[in-house]
């Protein structure tokens, strides 16, 4: 079995480097899909409260027999609990969903920049959380370079990582730079684009000269960019394709080829206009 290599995050905490995303994987098929994913070798598994299935990803960590400090689970804030109160009692309810006395990674899901809870206050709780032992690090999504600007400013810890949309079609050199900068992993959420770059003739060209397939092209693009990344399947087979990383390299034109495929494409909303909050 390849191993994932880590990074070191600006704690101290090592991630895996490939993980394995549950969005829009329903509830009740979770769990299955997580074990499938154990059992092919990942040990770095991407959810959050509003997926709905953070249960399911408990019960396959505890079913694995794989010791829990082996595998590296995130979670998300969902955006109704942006207030202090609201972050600390979500928080408490994303540990008892898991089954877990402790989470890997707790991320601010948006920044939700229009809503009337300011998320300086946000970040403040999730130091609070951080403070009190039972996460191991704290980082955001879908932040900006002025959003993360105004957390340097007015806050003390620095986030850990920012998982923002990236694949070839929003190459998000500008923002990836920033959060390097700034000791900040980059992570790429929908790092194919749910599919949508994998028939662009620039990567299936190269799929076939190298006799890759243009998912792993792709995640293999992202793996040497330095970032995290966790696709997203419900099929064994792309599981294990998607896992086949680690034994083959893009060259550098490879490289620069797939990078210069950027058009500034955005799958997912707007951190800057995206201010939805789920009812009830
Ligand atoms: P993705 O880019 O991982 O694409 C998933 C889609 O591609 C699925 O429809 C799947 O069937 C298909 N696919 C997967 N492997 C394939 C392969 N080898 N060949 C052909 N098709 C394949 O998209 P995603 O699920 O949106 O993103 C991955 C993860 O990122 C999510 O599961 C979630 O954990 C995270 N995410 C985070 C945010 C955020 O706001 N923080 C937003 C979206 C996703």
């Known amino acids: 079995m390849a191993t994932v290599p880590t990074l070191t995050l600006n704690n101290g905490v090592e991630i895996p480097q490939l993980g394995f995303g549950v969005y829009q994987i329903p509830p009740a098929e979770t769990a299955d899909a997580v074990a499938t994913a154990l059992d092919l070798g990942y040990r770095h598994i991407d959810t ?3 997926y709905g299935n ?4 408990g019960q396959a960590v505890a079913r694995s027999g794989i010791e829990r400090d082996e595998i590296f689970v995130t979670s998300k804030l969902n955006n109704g609990f942006h207030r202090r109160e609201d972050a600390l009692r979500a928080f408490d309810r994303t540990l008892a969903d898991l089954g877990f006395d402790h989470l890997d990674l707790f991320l601010v899901h948006w920044p939700l920049p229009g809503i009337d809870v300011d998320y300086v206050e946000t970040w403040k709780a999730m130091e609070e959380i951080y403070a009190g032992g039972r996460c191991r690090a704290i980082g955001v ?3 900006r370079e002025h959003h993360l600007r105004r957390l340097f400013g007015e806050t003390e810890v620095r986030p850990t990582v920012n998982q923002i949309e990236v694949h070839p079609y929003l190459a998000q050199d500008d923002l990836r730079a920033f ?4 000791q900040i992993v980059t992570e ?3 790092p194919i684009a749910q599919g949508k770059v994998l028939g ?3 990567i299936t060209a190269i799929a076939d000269r190298l006799g890759r397939t243009p998912a792993q092209v792709v995640l293999r693009w992202h793996v040497q960019r330095g970032d995290v990344v966790f696709p997203k399947s419900s099929s064994s087979e792309r599981m294990a394709e998607n896992f086949a990383l680690f034994d083959f390299e893009l060259g550098t034109e490879d490289m620069a080829a797939l990078t210069a495929l950027d058009r500034g494409e955005r ?3 707007d951190p800057d206009t995206f201010n939805w909050v789920p009812r009830g």
């Open 48 to 50: 959050a409260e509003m």
């Open 200 to 202: 662009d003739p620039v």
């Open 179 to 182: 959060d390097a900068e700034h």
């Open 54 to 57: 953070e249960k399911g990803v």
């Open 141 to 143: 999504s879908n932040f």
């Open 267 to 269: 799958t997912g909303p």
């Open 188 to 190: 790429a959420w929908s």
